[in-house]
């Protein structure tokens, strides 16, 4: 630390210039920083789902479903010549891989002694023939209530995407395309639109998360400081870590999604704290009378443990969320653990060099002064001691508590919820889900002799038991194509008896349109297909418990007579990775305790200190899960951050503990140490909680439930750390350190 | 000097382009094609993973006056052989009967599915029919440019279909060699896009040259990355073909 304090203090101009230059490097790879938050951003790689989804698509085509319901009178001659122009503008789009509408519909069957296999809507349409159409669609298993509402109120023009498209151009451009044909109203729903409407979210969110949390900092800085440069200067910092931490972002070509859109908010909130205490103590030595570069050596010399072990803690509590499975996750982790080293280093290299540039401030004035937080932390220091066997005693009863209700939190990955009620995607998709039967979809791929009437049977059979479930739409495979073919064929539905029999109609498929057409249902060697399960969209714990029904039922129906039967689909992705976000939490978590713990104990030289310095932090993460198994809040992607962004930003607790040993070290008592810990660094303890919850209220802004219910419950951790840090940490100290533990820490650090 | 360069470029670009692309699709048209032809075709169909599927089928085909008559029965893969399709066109009608083994009944087709797969391979019905020439007067021809390749000179011609004209492409893209007149290469468009690409690696010539027939093909859907290789196989030409070929009964055998 006092080797970084020279150097600022001696060569002020060098530090300032090698600043800008690493600040322009990084600065240069904010342009290749984007927003991404497709359903493959929080899915693992190499999940077997995922792979499984990704061979279903190389096989079948299609991709993400985009569901559009056209509004309006579709039995129409004008409706039906529209839902045709819009079903073609949308598949010109780049990026659409396949649309399927009444426009593209099939008509097979008997007419008069022929077998007529044709395109549902002729090229020009007659009001005449109109009734004859919408009576076959209204009997067809795989159009009817499908592909146009019962009450033919609504069209449906189902539409798949590359997942790996942007999903905001390509939303607008879909919307664009359908409402420049559709005359009526047009409701987009299912995940490619939720996620183009999150990314407009978080692109408008962003800047306005951030502007709001930096003036409501720079609000607490000018209460605490009463001076432009307390200001400005914590500012300086965190703009200096926020250009790092994207920019690195950029060069490495992370992706920003919902989760890491709050990444900015968090370094800026936890950066901010460190200049406040180097800051503090500047003003604190001025007061004291030390000469400008003299308070500089000394704040930072001072300060620089705390700083230094409350950086190292931060920078190791996020980064354990590297462990991740959860792309997302892993990159914010990387990022804000970055973020709050770059934080660490602008505020004991940077600031120092300003500072002694700067003039001395006009105005020199006691920041430790005995204001109202400071007369109250006297308070405080004189009670504690006498209550802390009570105080250690209300914890354990809290950790109690909160362990009980931990098992209770659920998790939550449906898009939908990210949603409040009344936005446009989510009330598209309870339309769809109402009208449509569902706008979401679980895929099950069958392995095994397709042309086998037992297997096509089977999966008929599996089709008529789920679509009875009401949260099902319906379902479609192979096995009804052919059993259409077979009524235009023999005039009854059912199925050829012999292999040879299925072999030969779905020849005749082939021949009567595109192969694509049959290519969406079963590869062309007939050894693997597809069953499109249409379902609503569900709270995460009810879809989970649907699919685990739906796997169960193939595997009885259809496991049999097939290889094998596996779901797959963006819903079961995200249901897969809700459990690896469970999993990982427990993993990060434990893993930040250590790390915390490890770095505390080393830099402090005190294995009891270093348990002794996560007392506040425990009972913070267990308040945090045990109120939301409490309160029913689920753990979903940003919720499930909260545990290691506590510990990130909760360790400044640890500044109470440097100076209760500086005290101890002057031969002091236990009793006295604990009060004058309390009164010098309890204020600042108090500011930068209220900076820090300050900015997270930043969050509230948020377009995305989660976000702000992760911003409530930032504010709930930091209050809570701050209040832990001024009772428990204390009376733990009194009770389990208590002098032998008086070492030489600061100046060897 | 420049002058004469300038003189130099407009000579050789006049002769370069000395022939006009509706010139150019008139010799490809004049072809003649032949009364009759029988042979078996082997498709392959490849999908993009590389995964092969083989079909054979035989074909017989006539035309007589204003009556074309076709009929293909499939010899392989085994679970659809002796499945058969009968084509007879007469005076700008189209009668179609398919006979499946499995359901041993003839039945009657209306299909109007000229842009439907042609037995489920990559060629479309209207493909197939433009193999012996498209309709040439239903298009633009312009002349692009004359290639060089492997020694060989080739026209590239742009057709587009006539206002009016319905096609399954928005273009096409054709190379001509300059000596057989027979296209080795065609590009489809559709909707602006490269759609397909057809590719002819053989061309035979049959009666004595009268007849210069693609007998290797292959067409790619660019879009999907599937194709199909197409080869004839133990062609006869104008042999006779009786009409009891182009019966129920036959379809039956």
Do not use: C
């Amino acid at each position: 630390m006092q080797l970084l304090s020279q150097t600022a203090v001696r060569h002020p101009w060098r530090v300032i210039l090698a600043f800008l230059i690493i600040s322009l490097g990084f600065g240069l790879g904010l342009k290749g920083l984007e927003l991404d938050n497709s359903p493959e951003s929080l899915v693992p790689p190499d999940l077997p789902a995922k792979l499984l989804l990704d061979q279903a698509r190389q096989t079948f085509g299609g991709g993400d479903m985009e569901f559009a319901a056209l509004e309006g009178d579709v039995w129409t001659p004008q409706a039906l010549a529209d839902l045709r122009k819009a079903t073609v503008a949308v598949g010109q789009i780049e990026g659409v891989k396949r649309v399927t509408s009444l426009a593209n519909a099939k008509r097979m069957e008997e007419d008069n002694g022929f077998l007529v296999v044709e395109d549902l809507l002729p090229d020009s349409l007659s009001p005449a023939e109109i009734p004859q159409i919408r009576a076959y669609v209204d009997k067809h298993p795989l159009y009817s209530g499908r592909l146009a509402s019962k009450d033919g109120r609504y069209a449906a023009v189902i539409i798949e995407v590359d997942s790996k498209s942007d999903m905001k151009k390509l939303n607008h451009q879909i919307e664009a395309a359908l409402t420049a044909s559709w005359r009526g109203p047009v409701h987009l729903a299912g995940t490619p639109a939720l996620s183009g409407y999150i990314l407009d979210t978080m692109a408008r969110d962003i800047p306005r998360q951030l502007l709001l949390a930096l003036l409501i900092i720079a609000l607490v800085f000018f209460v605490n400081f009463r001076s432009q440069r307390g200001v400005l200067l914590p500012l300086l910092t965190v703009l200096v870590s926020l250009v790092w931490a994207l920019g690195l972002g950029g060069w490495l070509g992370f992706k920003l999604g919902m989760v890491s859109s709050i990444l900015p908010v968090v370094v800026l909130a936890v950066g901010s704290s460190f200049t406040l205490h180097v800051l503090n103590r500047f003003y604190h030595e001025l007061a004291a009378g030390a000469q400008r570069r003299e308070a500089v050596l000394l704040a930072v010399r001072e300060t620089g443990l705390g700083v230094l072990v409350s950086a190292l803690a931060a920078g190791a509590g996020l980064a354990a969320l590297y462990t991740s499975s959860v792309p997302q996750i892993k990159s914010f982790g990387l990022l804000a653990a970055f973020g709050v080293l770059s934080a660490f280093l602008a505020s004991s290299l940077l600031i120092p060099a300003v500072l002694a540039l700067l003039k001395d401030p006009r105005l020199v004035m006691d920041p430790e002064r005995p204001d109202a937080v400071s007369r109250a932390m006297r308070s405080l220091g004189a009670w504690l001691p006498r209550a802390r066997w009570g105080i250690l005693l209300a914890a354990l009863l809290f950790l109690g508590v909160m362990f009980y209700f931990i098992p209770r939190i659920q998790a939550e990955t449906s898009f939908l919820s990210y949603f409040p009620k009344t936005a446009p995607p989510r009330m598209a998709t309870e339309l769809v889900d109402r009208v449509f039967g569902g706008s979401d979809n679980v895929i099950l791929v069958v392995d095994g002799d397709l042309k086998d009437p037992e297997l096509l049977g089977a999966i008929y059979r599996f089709e008529q038991k789920v679509a009875a479930y009401p949260q099902v739409g319906s379902a479609a495979s192979i096995a009804d194509v052919v059993r259409e073919l077979h009524k235009a064929l023999t005039g009854a539905y059912g199925l050829p008896d012999t292999r040879d029999g299925v072999a030969q109609e779905l020849l005749l498929y082939q021949m009567s349109g595109d192969p694509e057409e049959l290519a969406q249902f079963m590869d062309e060697g007939a050894t693997t297909a597809q069953i499109t399960v249409q379902v609503r969209s569900l709270p995460s714990r009810e879809m989970q418990n649907l699919v685990a029904r739906i796997q169960k039922d193939a595997d009885a129906i259809i496991g049999p007579k097939a290889d094998s039967v596996r779901a797959t689909g963006t819903t079961v992705l995200m249901l897969e990775t809700m459990r690896l976000i469970l999993h990982d939490q427990y993993v990060s978590l434990a893993l930040a305790f250590v790390l915390v713990a490890l770095f505390n104990a080393l830099l402090l030289r005190s294995w009891v200190v270093g348990l002794v310095s996560i007392v506040p932090l425990l009972l913070t993460v267990s308040g945090q899960f045990g109120l939301m198994g409490m309160f029913g809040v689920p753990l979903d992607t940003a919720t499930a951050l909260i545990g290691a962004i506590a510990i990130g930003v909760g360790d400044y607790s640890v500044h109470i503990i440097v100076r209760y040993l500086e005290e101890l070290r002057k031969g002091r008592a236990a009793v006295a140490a604990a009060r004058e810990s309390l009164y010098v660094s309890g204020r600042a303890v108090f500011f930068t909680a209220l900076a820090i919850g300050g900015g997270f209220m930043a969050l509230l802004l948020s377009g995305f439930a989660p976000i702000q219910t992760f911003a409530k419950l930032m504010g709930f951790t930091v209050g809570a750390t701050a209040l832990f840090a001024l009772t428990a940490l204390p009376a733990a100290l009194l009770v389990f350190v208590r002098g032998k533990e008086r070492k030489e820490v600061v100046n060897d650090a | 000097m420049r002058k004469l360069l300038t003189v130099v470029l407009l000579v050789s670009a006049s002769l370069a382009l000395a022939i006009s692309g509706e010139e150019v699709m008139q010799k490809v048209d004049a072809h003649p094609s032949p009364t009759s032809l029988q042979g078996t075709m082997v498709m392959r169909l490849v999908s993009k993973q590389g995964k092969e599927l083989t079909r054979e089928i035989q074909v017989w085909s006539r035309k007589t006056g204003g009556e074309e008559k076709m009929l293909i029965k499939f010899v392989a893969p085994a679970d659809v052989k002796g499945t058969a399709f009968l084509t007879i066109k007469k005076d700008g009608k189209e009668e179609m009967k398919l006979y499946l083994p499995a359901l041993k009944r003839v039945r009657r087709i209306a299909s109007s599915q000229k842009k439907g797969s042609f037995m489920g391979s990559d060629f479309s019905y209207d493909d197939i029919s433009n193999l012996s020439g498209m309709k040439i007067e239903d298009y633009s021809h312009k002349l692009l440019r004359t290639e060089k390749k492997d020694g060989q000179e080739f026209y590239v011609v742009e057709s587009t279909p006539k206002p009016g004209v319905e096609s399954s492409y928005s273009k096409q893209i054709v190379w001509v060699p300059a000596d057989t007149f027979v296209p080795t290469r065609i590009e489809f468009y559709k909707n602006g896009k490269l759609y397909k690409v057809l590719t002819n690696a053989e061309v035979k010539s049959f009666a004595e040259g009268k007849y210069l027939i693609p007998t290797l093909l292959q067409m790619e859907n660019v879009q999907t990355g599937h194709k199909t290789v197409l080869e004839q196989k133990d062609l006869k030409i104008d042999v006779a073909i009786p009409d009891s070929v182009f019966s129920e009964r036959f379809m039956k055998r």
